[in-house]
């Protein structure tokens, strides 16, 4: 199996923050799955919404968990929300969901330095009820397909990649 970290959960969830951070604390590289697309698109997500649909993208999500699956290996993997619905998912790593509720997760966007930024890099949180909707509905897939679930809410960064340290220990020790 390889020995990818795979995380997913709500944007907003912190995924790209932690991966960064435990990077830097562990050497481990990592690559965020939005990025890899905009970088092959050349182009932003959004436009690439706005352009070609919700199919496209998700069709581009699968393209790159394909390439994940055949060429990324030791490697710690952040994903849009949405990424989880990729067919092979289960083949790319070991799944771990950054759960938090909400409420916590919009509140950490609004009180962010660059929230303004932040918002607007995801728009859904524009309709709140829309989100929230989306949210719930997600949530219950996420937890089917969690290897891991680690609860964010209410800790530290520094907290929150000690335990992703611990996490990433016990599944070495259990691939020997």
Same mark, same amino acid.
């Given at each position: 199996?390889?020995? &990818?970290?795979? /995380?997913?959960?709500?944007?907003?969830?912190?995924?790209?923050?932690?991966? $960064?951070?435990?990077?830097? $604390?562990?050497?481990?590289?990592?690559?965020?799955?939005?990025?890899?697309? *905009?970088? @092959?698109? =050349? @182009?932003?997500?959004?436009? #690439?919404? &706005?352009?070609?649909?919700? !199919?496209?993208? $998700?069709?581009?999500?699968?393209?790159?968990?394909?390439?994940?699956?055949?060429?990324?290996? &030791?490697?710690?993997?952040?994903?849009?929300?949405?990424?989880?619905?990729?067919? =092979?998912?289960?083949? +790319?790593?070991?799944?771990? /969901? +950054?759960?938090?509720?909400?409420?916590? #997760?919009?509140?950490?966007? +609004? =009180?962010? !330095?660059?929230?303004?930024?932040?918002?607007?890099?995801? !728009?859904?949180?524009?309709? /709140? !009820? %829309?989100? @929230?909707?989306?949210?719930?509905?997600? @949530?219950?897939?996420?937890? %089917?397909?969690?290897?891991? #679930?680690?609860?964010?809410? &209410?800790?530290?960064?520094?907290?929150?990649?000690? *335990? /992703?340290? *611990?996490?990433?220990?016990?599944? =070495?020790?259990?691939?020997?």
């Amino acid at each position: 199996m390889k020995q &990818n970290i795979i /995380l997913i959960g709500f944007m907003g969830v912190g995924k790209g923050t932690l991966a $960064r951070a435990y990077s830097l $604390r562990t050497g481990i590289y990592n690559i965020d799955t939005d990025d890899l697309i *905009e970088s @092959k698109e =050349n @182009k932003k997500i959004k436009k #690439i919404f &706005n352009e070609f649909g919700e !199919p496209r993208f $998700r069709e581009l999500e699968q393209q790159t968990a394909n390439w994940i699956e055949t060429s990324i290996d &030791n490697t710690l993997i952040s994903c849009g929300g949405g990424f989880y619905k990729v067919k =092979n998912i289960k083949e +790319l790593g070991t799944i771990i /969901l +950054l759960d938090a509720s909400f409420d916590w #997760i919009y509140n950490g966007l +609004l =009180n962010a !330095p660059n929230a303004k930024k932040k918002l607007k890099k995801r !728009p859904l949180f524009s309709e /709140l !009820p %829309k989100a @929230k909707e989306l949210y719930t509905q997600r @949530k219950k897939d996420y937890i %089917k397909i969690a290897d891991t #679930i680690l609860s964010v809410e &209410n800790k530290t960064l520094d907290e929150i990649v000690q *335990e /992703l340290i *611990e996490i990433e220990k016990n599944i =070495n020790q259990k691939d020997r």
